[in-house]
């Protein structure tokens, strides 16, 4: 069993930024790809990023390209993503999810077999 919680989201003006956290406990953590999804009101969750499992490879979403950052710290079982210049656009809950089957990046959140509860990100214009 992974548990996974979340934790810096709140409340920013648009072109701020936000560091996401998410721990992680149970598993082993370097076993697995982590990814960061979101959902906006009214609209299915979509895939932000994620990292491999030493962190040296990542991809993200074409929305986010070159304003978010994923990366981990596998010594404190923490995957983080830095987001800066935050659109209005970017306002949605924000979930980690770990992959523990995975053996490549992966974009679909069904192969996530682990996720968090959410974090609120909401980003004023």
């Known amino acids: 069993q992974v548990q996974l919680v979340e934790s810096g989201g709140g409340l920013v003006q648009a072109g701020g930024s936000l560091r996401l956290s998410c721990a992680a406990s149970?598993?082993?953590?370097?076993?697995?790809?982590m990814g960061w999804f979101r959902q906006a009101p009214g609209k299915e969750r979509e895939f932000v990023a994620t990292i491999s499992r030493g962190g040296g490879r990542t991809y993200y979403a074409d929305s986010v390209k070159g304003r978010f950052t994923i990366s981990r710290d596998n010594a404190k079982n923490t995957v983080y993503l830095q987001m800066n210049s935050l659109k209005p656009e970017d306002t949605a809950v924000y979930y980690c999810a770990a992959d523990t089957r995975a053996y490549d990046l992966e974009t679909r959140d069904y192969e996530y077999d682990y996720w968090g509860q959410g974090t609120q990100v909401t980003v004023s214009s």
């Open positions: 149970g598993r082993t953590f370097t076993n697995y790809y």
